[in-house]
């Protein structure tokens, strides 16, 4: 998703959990293009630096969520976001938890709280919406590379 949010320029938006005692974010993804990358105690992370980004002149938002603790800060994160009129999609294959059992629970719970809960490659293909724009090859190609990976997380994760 962040290869992806570069060549379709979404604006990424990170948080980190009390980094200084739970650590940072993982030095394998490469978050140089993110817009505002905040720490935070808070579980969720609407959190008036992240919602500065949002002016409600600009309307609703769609808003993708990917994350650890599924159960935790992404739904809560996503319930905040929802109470805040944004859309919001969750993506199945791009949330985690360190007690996997969480992740159906929370994304059913997410799907009745309005929460659209879906994969990244449906996620993609739904934000081109055609395969004539200049950037789908470059998806395509992404999505390619990436299958393995995202159906051994799907299928690791998602067990509903």
Same mark, same amino acid.
């Given at each position: 998703?962040?290869?992806?949010?570069?060549?379709?320029?979404?604006?990424?938006?990170?948080?980190?959990?009390?980094?200084?005692?739970?650590?940072?974010?993982?030095?394998?993804?490469?978050?140089?293009? $993110?817009?505002?990358?905040? *720490?935070?105690?808070?579980?969720?992370?609407? !959190?008036?630096?992240?919602?500065?980004? #949002?002016?409600? %002149?600009?309307?609703?938002?769609?808003?993708?969520?990917?994350?650890?603790?599924?159960?935790?800060?992404?739904?809560?994160?996503?319930?905040?976001?929802?109470?805040?009129?944004?859309?919001?999609?969750v993506l199945a294959d791009g949330v985690s938890s360190?007690?996997?059992?969480? $992740?159906?629970?929370?994304? *059913?719970?997410?799907?009745?709280?309005?929460? !659209?809960?879906?994969?990244?490659?449906? #996620?993609?293909? %739904?934000?081109?919406?055609?395969?004539?724009?200049?950037?789908?090859?470059?998806?395509?190609?992404?999505?390619?590379?990436?299958?393995?990976?995202?159906?051994?997380?799907?299928?690791?994760?998602?067990?509903?």
């Amino acid at each position: 998703m962040i290869k992806a949010s570069q060549i379709l320029n979404i604006p990424i938006y990170a948080t980190t959990q009390l980094r200084d005692k739970l650590g940072g974010t993982c030095s394998e993804l490469s978050l140089d293009n $993110v817009v505002e990358y905040v *720490d935070k105690s808070a579980f969720s992370m609407w !959190v008036p630096d992240i919602q500065k980004h #949002f002016k409600p %002149e600009d309307g609703p938002h769609e808003v993708v969520i990917v994350g650890i603790e599924s159960h935790i800060c992404v739904t809560q994160t996503a319930i905040d976001l929802l109470a805040s009129g944004h859309k919001v999609y969750v993506l199945a294959d791009g949330v985690s938890s360190c007690n996997p059992q969480e $992740v159906p629970i929370a994304l *059913d719970r997410l799907r009745k709280e309005g929460a !659209v809960v879906t994969t990244s490659e449906s #996620f993609l293909f %739904e934000c081109m919406g055609d395969a004539g724009i200049s950037e789908f090859r470059q998806i395509s190609a992404l999505v390619k590379d990436t299958k393995s990976s995202t159906k051994s997380a799907l299928e690791t994760l998602c067990k509903i």
